[in-house]
């Protein structure tokens, strides 16, 4: 199985930061990878695909990058509603895995 | 737009089998384009995927739950269902039904709100 490891696991931040949020895979994964929002109670969102593709719908603060093993999730400019946990997952190969996800709190 | 929603017993008894069912409204299960997966969270930790079904029957599980996962796909109703056996209090979790979209980098693009399945006696 890939593993996906995230970092940091939680992040303090004021609105209005820059936040980055990390994710490495234990192996390549061909850009295969997608970043997911959740809150509280509800369903996880999906933000980003293919490293980079910005799902329709999403703010254009969110941005992902990388390749290979190392990807980022960039949040320009928080905004009060961007407070959350954030996953990643590998689309690559089966089993689909996620990160353990990184928990954004207001500072 | 399309919808999904799970359904089932929210408590099931140690050893019995735990079954859900996700229904797909506004849109069809039968599109060439689209696998539908099944993804836990167990209280306050991370997602597992389970495993995924293609509309015409193919299936992918999550070989950590060995051969206690069976889904199966009803094209008639735009259903398809969720069946893990021999469960213990480690399988309680939320359980999601989720789109995966070629579309999308094969990532879940559509998520159902998922039920909460308790295993307790």
């Known amino acids: 199985d890939i593993q996906m490891t995230q970092s940091p696991s939680s992040v303090s931040a004021s609105v209005g930061d820059r936040v980055t949020i990390t994710c490495r895979a234990s192996?390549?994964?061909?850009?295969?990878l997608a970043w997911y929002q959740q809150k509280p109670g509800k369903a996880p969102k999906l933000l980003i695909y293919?490293?980079?593709s910005l799902q329709s719908g999403v703010p254009s603060r969110f941005s992902g990058s990388g390749s290979g093993t190392d990807f980022t999730l960039t949040i320009t400019s928080l905004q009060p509603e961007d407070f959350a946990t954030y996953y990643c997952q590998q689309a690559s190969s089966f089993p689909r895995t996620f990160g353990l996800g990184t928990k954004l709190e207001i500072k | 737009q399309l919808q999904l929603q799970e359904s089932g017993p929210g408590l099931v008894k140690p050893s019995e089998t735990l079954s859900l069912t996700c229904t797909v409204s506004g849109g069809s299960i039968s599109s060439s384009i689209y696998y539908w997966g099944w993804i836990r969270q167990p209280p306050g930790k991370g997602l597992e995927w389970i495993g995924s079904?293609?509309?015409?029957?193919?299936?992918y599980n999550n070989p950590s739950l060995k051969s206690r996962v069976t889904i199966s796909v009803d094209t008639s109703k735009n259903q398809f269902s969720l069946k893990l056996s021999s469960v213990t209090a480690a399988d309680t979790a939320v359980y999601h039904c989720?789109?995966?979209?070629?579309?999308?980098?094969?990532?879940?693009?559509?998520w159902g709100q998922g039920t909460m399945v308790t295993v307790s006696s």
């Open positions: 293919a490293t980079s």
């Open positions: 989720a789109r995966r979209a070629s579309s999308s980098g094969y990532a879940f693009d559509i």
């Open positions: 079904i293609y509309y015409s029957g193919g299936t």
């Open positions: 192996q390549g994964i061909n850009n295969w």
